[in-house]
């Protein structure tokens, strides 16, 4: 079990919205950056949002991050498709002195 | 172009060893925290090991501390994972990643190499 949650699934139509959310704790996500990660099948994850909302080139405005507290959220709007996918959000533990992974969300889109 | 290229996973029986490599290219190596990510089949990502540009900072997964070793080559452009002691559990595509963004990012990836461990 991850120190971090994540909900196992989520589902939307195409052109819907949704939010994926990441609880963690004081010594993680309390007190240090988020990040999230897309990763398809076959494939290398991709980072999507550093620094808890940030978006790196290329990445596009359809996904943002946001975070309050002990808990981040992704959000995706425009959904189509190709963002099926696990989502994984990430961030330091100050106590553990590791990174930690939440446990995935397999995002469907109907 | 950043790229990254694991190798070395292989077939292993418990309680044997096994060295990975990274080859990495695009980006200057020496400047960056280079990271060793896991993923066994049917499971979600996890993070294994990671140490900074001048090996001055190495930290582990509790679940690896012990048996594992990470290092790097700067003057190759290559970062290591030395496998002790495995175990089945450790049966996972292994991904080497670059920190970029910040020192606990994984900014690009490899594809991944396969390490089974089976008797």
């Known amino acids: 079990q991850s120190v971090l949650t994540q909900p196992p699934s989520v589902s939307a139509a195409p052109g819907q919205k949704v939010t994926i959310s990441c609880s963690g704790s004081s010594s993680n996500i309390g007190n240090n950056y988020v990040s999230w990660y897309q990763h398809l099948p076959g494939t290398a994850p991709k980072l999507l949002i550093s620094?808890?909302?940030k978006r790196p080139s290329g990445i596009p405005d359809r996904f943002s991050g946001s975070k309050s507290g002990t808990s981040a959220t992704l959000g995706i709007t425009g959904l189509q498709t190709g963002d099926e996918a696990d989502y994984y959000c990430g961030t330091w533990d100050s106590s553990l002195s590791a990174v930690l992974f939440g446990g995935g969300t397999k995002l469907t889109v109907l | 172009e950043v790229q990254l290229v694991e190798s070395g996973g292989v077939v292993v029986q418990p309680g044997g060893s096994l060295r990975l490599s990274c080859a990495a290219s695009?980006?200057?190596?020496?400047?960056?925290?280079m990271h060793w990510v896991r993923q066994a089949p049917g499971r979600g990502l996890e993070w294994v090991s990671l140490i900074t540009w001048d090996g001055d900072r190495i930290d582990y997964a509790d679940s690896v501390k012990g048996r594992f070793t990470i290092s790097r080559d700067n003057s190759k452009n290559s970062l290591y994972l030395q496998m002790n002691s495995l175990r089945t559990e450790d049966t996972a595509l292994y991904y080497c990643?670059?920190?970029?963004?910040?020192?606990?990012?994984?900014?690009?990836w490899g594809p991944g190499t396969l390490v089974t461990v089976s008797s």
């Open positions: 620094d808890n909302d």
């Open positions: 990643a670059v920190a970029i963004s910040g020192w606990y990012y994984f900014d690009y």
């Open positions: 695009g980006f200057t190596f020496e400047d960056r925290t």
